[in-house]
């Protein structure tokens, strides 16, 4: 599709500079040549389709990178900035994408509404809509099952003297909806108006042709009459062959409109394909080429009959759609209206049933009266943060209209509980950065679709935070509860959920009780809180089976706590005042860590044992010693196989032996790739050849600066 496309857009390109510099060219040759190039497009059409063994297709008008066949198209889909996405992106495990309660794997591709195609890529979601060719007709209608209009049977045919002659390859074969339109006319139309096509025809050329034209023909009608017995004959001739040639082209455009249904009608359509090689070469022939301008002449005025030759019945032309009317400074666009930081001091009245999204963020906008979305009953989502919204000015019924309502974001208002009477449809409901005070057990009812639930920065703990809050929650896989005041985890968390957040809170103990009901969950974040290794409970998460990712970054960890998940994947313990990696605290781990980041800790040589890395050596890829209080380089370095990317800066080592990184028997097997050793007591000078030998890239080694005292 992706070359068919460039194709016809070189040749759209082409048709309209030769016509621009011919403009003096006789009509004759214009007519030509204009021919010419319709047989090329239309013999490259009927090779595609024998090639696809499909039927003629409406080709959807989106940019080339939409074509998903191979992992490589997907460079080219990636360099397009495409439209923002409508719909909420979760960051998953591993690049999926989480829409509509769905998880869709990378470099999936599904269409959420007719003419829209999205790519989940790399926990994106990417989206464009079909574009549609311009009419040039006054009025037109969209057929059912397509995406974008076409001529209506109301197109008059005086439109013919009217078109420029550089406008007729929108019915020349480029335009894919015009071949689709074509296609249709000749499946509908019976065999029994060809005699009234025929005079349509003539009709629509006599109103084209110019007082010039119309004087040439009567000279040529002249010289017939004073022509010689054996002129007569030749003109006879001539007559007949028009005659012959016309029924080809008959059938050759029945065959277009009528697919070959069987193996008999592949082979005849590749005789077709063939002699119109053969007449295209003909024409190519300078020799031929004046003898054969009155049979393309007859062609062409064929052709643009059967364009313009309508059905008897056709459906009736959709009315034209109102733009609703939008306060000073709002825009639309597509099916979103944006009034963002116009300083509406309430929802403006807005009739739209078409719309499906509304921004109003940065506004001043303090209540939702019951009829504040009356005009827009098919959104989808709704913007109304950074505003000045209270729990009393928001209405009982002020959502009950909207129906398909999915996303919902109340950020930086002054909300003191969550809203009553919430769509049922909610996938994404965010309320952060307001004044919560608590949350009872009817708060969340009816929200069994609900994806993704965000109430940071609110003063919520575990005092005001009713337990059976979370239950009607059978979908909830995303939730954040980071700056807040809990002091334990929450307990009634669904068993559904899958990421929890709950950084920047006054958290000191993690129970054996915690997490007993969410099996499915992979990342938890509790960063900035007060967690001691001694109060994480052995059996807080040791039997968690799909845990993959722990942030305990800056809290008051001395060791880098036992009993971890056997599933873990990635382990982050930045920020606190770890002196100890324990022996053998990884070697229960399956398949085995990947990701260790001890960065601006106080580890020192003796808190890392010669076994402390167990159970990682085969699946270490990254690891993080940087800005600690080391002396040389920890044991166990050179047995990591796996290890791509090593920071020991910000220490304090002054001596790097040649064994101690790189064993110089088995540096085929290193992967490492980056390492950083500045500012550090090193001599460069003093550094062993061998020092850095499994490194894979010398200019991937940070020694400078490095500290002189």
């Known amino acids: ?30 007519r030509k040549i204009y021919y010419r190039r319709l047989r090329k497009s239309s013999l490259s059409n009927h090779k595609a389709k024998r090639q696809l063994g499909t039927h003629p297709t409406t080709i959807a008008k989106f940019p080339v990178y939409f074509d998903y066949s191979t992992d490589e198209n997907f460079e080219s889909f990636l360099s397009f900035p495409g439209r923002e996405s409508t719909y909420n992106v979760l960051p998953g495990k591993k690049g999926h994408c989480l829409v509509k309660g769905m998880i869709m794997y990378s470099k999936a591709v599904w269409s959420p509404e007719p003419c829209t195609t999205c790519l989940c890529w790399s926990g994106r979601v990417l989206c464009d809509e079909t574009v549609c060719h311009p009419q040039t007709c006054s009025q037109t209608f969209i057929p059912e099952g397509e995406c974008c209009p076409v001529c209506s049977d109301t197109v008059s045919y005086s439109l013919l003297s009217d078109v420029a002659l550089n406008d007729r390859n ?37 109103s084209e042709e110019n007082e010039e034209e119309i004087k040439e023909d009567e000279d040529k009608e002249q010289k017939k009459k004073t022509a010689g017995p054996v002129d007569q004959e030749n003109s006879h001739n001539a007559e007949e062959t028009r005659e012959e040639a016309s029924k080809q082209r008959s059938q050759v455009e029945e065959g277009q409109a009528y697919q070959y249904p069987n193996q008999a009608g592949e082979e005849e359509e590749e005789k077709e394909d063939e002699e119109e090689e053969e007449d295209e070469e003909e024409e190519e022939d300078e020799e031929e080429e004046e003898a054969a301008a009155a049979v393309e002449e007859e062609e062409e005025d064929t052709l643009r009959g059967d364009v313009f030759r309508m059905p008897p019945r056709f459906p009736i032309p959709a009315p034209p759609r109102n733009r609703p009317t939008l306060p000073s400074k709002c825009s639309l666009s ?57 729990s009393s000015g928001i209405s009982s019924k002020a959502f009950k209209l909207l129906k398909k309502l999915l996303r919902l974001n109340l950020d930086g208002n002054n909300l003191i509980q969550i809203p009553s009477e ?25 929200l069994n679709k609900l994806v993704t639930l965000e109430l940071e920065g609110n003063h919520l703990s575990e005092t005001n935070v009713n337990p059976l809050a979370f239950k ?30 709950l950084e920047n809170n006054q958290i000191e103990e993690i129970t054996e009780i915690c997490f007993n009901h969410t099996k499915m969950i992979t990342v938890i974040v509790l960063r900035y809180n007060k967690i001691e290794e001694n109060r994480i409970a052995p059996l807080a998460w040791i039997n968690q089976g799909n845990l993959e990712s722990i942030d305990l970054s800056y809290n008051k960890l001395y060791h880098v ?24 605290v990884f070697g229960h781990m399956e398949p085995g860590l990947e990701y260790l980041y001890l960065s601006f800790n106080k580890l020192t040589n003796d808190g890392v044992d010669p076994v402390s890395f167990y159970g990682a050596y085969h699946s270490l890829r990254e690891l993080f010693l940087d800005h600690n209080h080391l002396k040389s380089i920890p044991s166990g370095i050179q047995e990591m196989k796996a290890l791509h990317f090593l920071r020991l800066n910000n220490n304090k080592i002054r001596n790097i032996l040649p064994e101690e990184i790189c064993n110089p028997e088995e540096n085929s ?37 490095q500290n002189t005292k």
């Not at 896989?477 to 959920?497: C, D, E, H, M, T």
């Open 472 to 501: 009607p929650l059978k979908s909830l896989s995303y939730l954040r509860l980071g700056k807040n005041k809990f002091r334990i985890i929450p307990q009634g968390l669904p068993a559904s959920v899958e990421e929890l957040y």
């Open 669 to 705: 097997d290193s992967n490492l790739e980056h390492l950083h050793l500045e500012n550090n007591y090193i001599k460069s000078r003093e550094i062993s050849p061998y020092a850095f030998s499994c490194v894979r890239s010398y200019s991937s080694i940070v020694l400078k600066p």
């Open 170 to 206: 929108e019915f020349s074969g480029d335009s894919s909806e015009q071949r689709e339109s074509l296609h249709l006319l000749h499946k509908q139309l019976p065999p029994t108006q060809v005699e009234i096509d025929r005079v349509f025809r003539k009709e629509a050329l006599q």
């Open 422 to 446: 919430l769509p049922s449809t909610l996938e994404e409901l965010k309320i952060n950065e307001n004044n919560l005070q608590a949350i009872d057990e009817e708060s969340f009812s009816d």
């Open 334 to 390: 597509y099916k979103t209206i944006s009034c963002i930081n116009v300083k509406l001091s309430q929802i403006p009245p807005i009739t739209a049933p078409e719309i499906t999204s509304l921004e109003l963020v940065g506004n001043s906008i303090t209540s939702i009266p019951d009829e504040a979305f009356n005009g827009l009953p098919n959104l989808e989502r709704l913007d109304l943060s950074k505003n000045n919204i209270t």
């Open 1 to 30: 599709m992706k070359f068919a496309v460039l194709y016809y857009f070189l040749l759209l390109l082409t048709l309209h500079i030769d016509l621009g510099q011919n403009e003096e060219t006789s009509r004759k040759q214009r």
């Open 561 to 584: 706590p036992s009993y971890l998940p056997k599933s873990l994947l990635h382990l982050v313990l930045i920020g606190n005042q770890i002196e100890r990696i324990p022996g053998y």
